[in-house]
């Protein structure tokens, strides 16, 4: 079993960044994948952006060249730095793991981009 604890999130300007941050604890193996998605009042959940435990990243097109997702092996954590945000981020995010054929979700945080 694996549990997924997220920080950040809030509210923010259109232009602003935020970050977010998952860490994840348990039965953590070696070889795993962890991302975040994003599921916006009347849409279906979406991929934001996603790191294997060996750096490989995958971003959606819409958040390419503003969001960068990290990871710290060591601590089982990862990060989403958010800029330039836009009204259209506006949703609420899940951090996701996966493992082994399993899939592990965060509770969800709650960005907004308003002015």
């Known amino acids: 079993q694996v549990a997924l604890v997220e920080s950040g999130g809030g509210l923010v300007q259109p232009g602003g960044s935020l970050r977010l941050s998952c860490a994840a604890s348990?039965?953590?193996?070696?070889?795993?994948?962890m991302g975040w998605y994003r599921q916006a009042p009347g849409k279906q959940r979406e991929l934001v952006a996603a790191i294997t435990s060996g750096g490989r990243t995958n971003y959606a097109d819409s958040v390419k060249g503003r969001f960068t997702i990290s990871r710290a092996n060591a601590k089982n954590t990862v990060s989403l730095q958010m800029n330039s945000l836009k009204p259209e981020d506006t949703a609420v995010y899940y951090c996701?793991?996966?493992?082994?054929?399993?899939?592990?979700w965060g509770q969800g945080t709650q960005v907004t981009v308003s002015s």
């Open positions: 996701n793991y996966k493992q082994m054929g399993m899939v592990y």
């Open positions: 348990g039965s953590i193996f070696s070889i795993y994948v």
